[in-house]
């Protein structure tokens, strides 16, 4: 009558609720019915809303918590967790709100399930969750970690794009390391790699540098000679192990 409707499943827990945050009109649902496709119509006191439950895609504004700009996201524990410029927020199911991770509200620019744990970087540094606790495991000299990769040939290798190039950590159990760092005097703000076990670096205005794998990692570089359109702003992903830009 005023709480929309309830998904529940077959002990009668609410597993899911269909009201105004969700996306229907209004929380006056009148009656529902469920179509071949196994979605649902309700009826409602402003007329009829159609809920596609059996797609994957949702979608989350405002009404669900979210009050910064979104920067990045990701699964953990079964739980989908957001990095914003308000801090890092996870999504609670029950009452479909995204809620502050651990009262956690610095600028944070990317967040990363990586060996159980969720790592996050923000302003002022990198930080890990465990599932219960914050912990800060590394500052870069350099200035701010925008980007996070871990290197699918070596488990324990964790790279960070940063205000002036790369910091490369070994992580191990609880024990976070340094490396080494490439300094390339611009942002990073993209890594990715592929099935040729090369490590990308797409900056903001001097092309994509690369770790050639045929070359013992020695640093290279993609330029305009190599066919890039331009040398700014290049982002770089992985998708099927292939480099796309």
């Known amino acids: 009558y005023k709480a929309g409707a309830f998904i529940l499943n077959k002990d009668l827990a609410i597993i899911s609720k269909l009201n105004s ?8 649902v009148k009656g529902g019915y469920e179509d071949v496709n196994g979605n649902i119509w309700l009826a ?3 007329g009829v809303s159609f809920v596609e439950v059996k797609s994957p895609l949702r979608k989350f504004t405002r009404k669900n918590g979210i009050n910064g700009v979104v920067q990045s996201s990701t699964v953990y524990n079964n739980v989908l967790y957001i990095a914003t410029d308000k801090g890092v927020f996870y999504f609670d ?14 600028q944070t620019w990317y967040i990363l399930n990586y060996q159980n744990k969720l790592f996050f970087s923000a302003n002022s540094g990198l930080y890990v969750y465990n599932g219960k606790t914050i912990k800060p495991v590394h500052q870069s000299e350099y200035g701010t970690i925008y980007y ?25 159990g609880e024990n976070t390391s340094y490396i080494k760092s490439y300094i390339l005097n611009t942002d990073v703000r ?3 790699s592929d099935y040729n076990k090369n490590i990308y670096f797409g900056t903001s205005d001097k ?4 770790l050639n794998y045929k070359n013992s990692y020695l640093l290279d570089s993609l330029q305009l000679i190599d066919s890039l359109p331009d040398l700014k702003e290049n982002y770089v992903f992985s998708y099927n192990r292939k480099l796309l830009i």
């Open 21 to 28: 945050k969700t996306g229907i009109y209004d929380e006056n």
């Open 44 to 46: 409602l006191n402003y």
């Open 93 to 106: 199911t029950k009452d479909y709100l995204f809620k502050q991770l651990n009262g956690f509200n610095e």
């Open 148 to 172: 996070m990769l871990n290197d699918p040939y070596q488990p324990n290798v964790l790279y960070c794009g940063h205000d002036n190039g790369v910091d490369v950590l070994n992580i191990s």
């Open 190 to 192: 993209s890594l990715a």
């Open 207 to 210: 092309g994509i540098y690369f």
